[in-house]
């Protein structure tokens, strides 16, 4: 046993230790400064060929001011909602940082500073790194901070350093960015506001930031803002920081903040490709948007610039020459485009919109919302192929398989009996017009884009395999209508052009999917940033299932809807698609080398709710085979210049051919490639729907949500092209910023991809 004076000893010189472990420690570290930590960094963007993109600084939106420029009111309503006792306390709160230790202990992240004091000190740190050493070496600097600076020059300091969302930097950048004065002149109920906006901006600017996390939308965003600019007032007034009548005039109304403002270089696509490899950086990585406004990173893209600009080009051209802005139905008319490549997912040319310089802050693009109609149907078919029918279940369907393609037809459930809507009455589904077109090809629906066929063909493949056959091309779940009803089959579902695109892109590659990507590399000081790695190529369908598909989209460019895109002059497959109401209309189509999605719809820029197009460029109704068309052969005129005609695998025969009554029957030996000359069979063009035997449908029912309808059979109405019968109602996501934004293309852009 050892000796209690050799113990002792021990003790003493472990104390002795520790006690100059700390001095020497505290001694050591310096205290921040709030200017160095405001010197700006740019963050730059590279185009695919390595060449400079754009250089987004965050100097212009950081500027320090002193204690006397802001305003007691801001000070107060700081020290009121995140740390009462500041002007009494140590600067240090030894209990938060017992939690944070335990719980990186656990494996868990580090909770932030709980002091104003603690908070600056982790405001200046360019390293966010969640370690037992940054934590100590923050307590370190926090005590001798305590010491050393008087309470208003740390208080100066917080304010200064602060995120307060928007790339802003400090009080004075947030004052500007948010209510367009300097610090000096906000009043208490902005100050209020901007203490809120602490909390954490994604989720408390009432813009929305739904781009970053699908809860952050400018509906919840605002909720949780008011709430909290009117507790802290509450608090300001409870501690005596306001007067009965000031806190009276303060809470009176939410103050008006200013919407989102285009930045130094951010003009025409620039602004929708930083906005789509920012999201993908922020949700491939570990990097906080905090972090990565603070700039100092280099960004290296997917983007062709080349094939951009074309894209831009040929929608400015169309637009140009089908659109008046001073006609009324012409106005609030919109755009998107996405180009994918197929087998890889490099999203290689966006089109997000008229520009942030313009006013509008929405990517086109990455948007959800937008119902993408009988492009679906594509969809439906790879289904039946893959998973035959409830009566011959693993069979493929051949596309030379018989459906009825009249007008207003009951939609029968599994077992034979009709489909009804909730009050019980029978749900009909409508074509755009009273054609008769009989037993046709489910080629031939595809060709002339019948809803009829493809709504009873996913009724009897099932609802759930058309989903998850989309899924697996690569479609989003989050994007797909929830209820399985008969008109999911033609396209109540709102992916983005960029989804869109990149699941035309499996059809493409003989099945091969591979998630849309926008950046392929994330520097700092020059060390990678994990986290880039190419999506994985799988394969998502059967090629021989993929190629059929392909065929028959082939036929709808050679003879039916989307006979525009024969102007390419080179083999192409794609599918046309409008909604009901005629309030949006798509065209996909791809090469072998490019699959590119296009849609146009028009917006009520108040409350962004989808408008009818019926009249839009002086015609009836806008059809997906029209202008979406007409742009995307435009636009793959210039970006497929001078490469080869690479044609498509052969299609061989797939499946059996089956009637709607269920009989399997020998396929013939027919090869199945698209004709060269157009069939006698009719384009769909604008006319009435055949007139039902009930009464009209009411509003909901008009959308064609069969479930919905309740008025003696509700009907699902065709679009213009036999597109979708639903229209959903739009969630704007921000009002002045993200209009229908759900990051969708999260995955290249936003939360997902």
Known sequence: ??????????????????????????????????????????????????????????????????????????????ISAENKSFYKDSGVDPMGIARALANMARGGQTQGGSTITQQFVKNTYLSQDQTVTRKFKEMF?????????????????????????????????????????????????????????????????????????????????????????????????????????????????????????????????????????????????????????????????????????????????????????????????????????????????????????????????????????????????????????????????SPLSKYNGNDHLKVLNSDGTPYLNKDNSFFFQNNEGPRKWGYITLRKAMEQSINTPFVQLGMDVGMTHVRDVAKSAGILPQSMSVDLNPSFAIGTSTPSAIRMADAYATFAASGKQADPYSVTE????????????KPKVKQAMDADIANNVTNVLENVIQNGTGTNAKALGRTAAGKTGTTDKNKSAWFVGYTQQLSTSVTMFRENPKDHELLSMNGTAGVDSIHGGDIPTLVWTEYMKAALKNANDTGFPDAPKLGEIQDEAGAPSPTPSVTITPSQTPSNSPSPTPSATSPSPSPSPSDSCQFGWGNNCGNNGGTGNGGTDGGTTPTPSVTDTTGTGNTRGNGNGGIFAGQNG
């Not at 906080?288 to 290296?300: L, N, P, V």
């Not at 994330?522 to 790695?533: A, I, L, M, N, T």
């Open 141 to 397: 600097i926090s005590i001798k901070v305590g010491t050393k600076l008087k309470k208003p020059q740390i208080l100066q300091g917080y304010l200064n350093t602060s995120y307060f969302g928007r790339g802003a930097y400090g009080i004075q950048a947030a004052a500007q960015t948010y209510f367009g004065v300097d610090a000096v002149d906000l009043k208490p109920s902005q100050c209020a506001f901007l203490a809120a906006l602490l909390k954490g901006p994604t989720y408390y600017d009432p813009a929305g930031n739904a781009d970053l996390d699908k809860a952050a939308t400018p509906e919840a965003n605002r909720k949780r803002s008011e709430e909290r600019w009117s507790w802290i007032l509450s608090e300001m007034h409870k501690d005596k920081h306001l007067t009965d009548t000031e806190y009276q005039e303060a809470g009176k109304k939410y103050p008006t903040v200013e919407g989102r403002k285009a930045t130094k270089g951010m003009t025409g696509q620039i602004s929708y490709l930083v906005d789509t490899a920012k999201k993908y950086v922020l949700n491939h990585s570990d990097i906080s948007e905090a972090d990565f406004d603070r700039g100092g990173y280099q960004i290296y893209t997917t983007f062709d610039k080349k094939k951009v600009n074309a894209l831009s080009a040929a929608v400015k051209k169309i637009q140009k020459q089908r659109l008046n802005p001073k006609r009324e139905l012409d106005k609030y008319v919109q755009f998107g485009a996405a180009s994918v490549k197929p087998e890889n997912g490099r999203i290689e040319a966006l089109y997000g919109g008229d520009g942030y310089e313009n006013g509008h802050f929405t990517n086109n693009a990455d948007t959800s919302g937008v119902p993408v109609g009988s492009t679906w149907k594509p969809f439906v078919l790879a289904a039946a192929m893959e998973y035959g029918t409830y009566k011959h279940p693993g069979t493929p369907v």
């Open 1 to 78: 046993m050892p000796s209690w004076k050799l113990v002792s000893g021990l003790f003493i010189g472990f104390v002795g230790c520790l006690v100059a472990a700390v001095g020497i420690g505290f001694a050591m570290v310096q205290i921040p400064s709030e200017n160095i930590a405001a010197k700006s960094q740019n963050n730059v963007y590279y185009w695919a060929d390595k060449s400079q993109m754009v250089a987004t600084g965050t100097g212009v939106n950081r500027q320090n001011v002193t204690i006397d420029k802001i305003p007691e009111a801001m000070q107060w309503a700081v």
């Open 522 to 533: 994330v520097k700092k000081s020059g060390e990678d940033q994990p986290g880039f790695e």
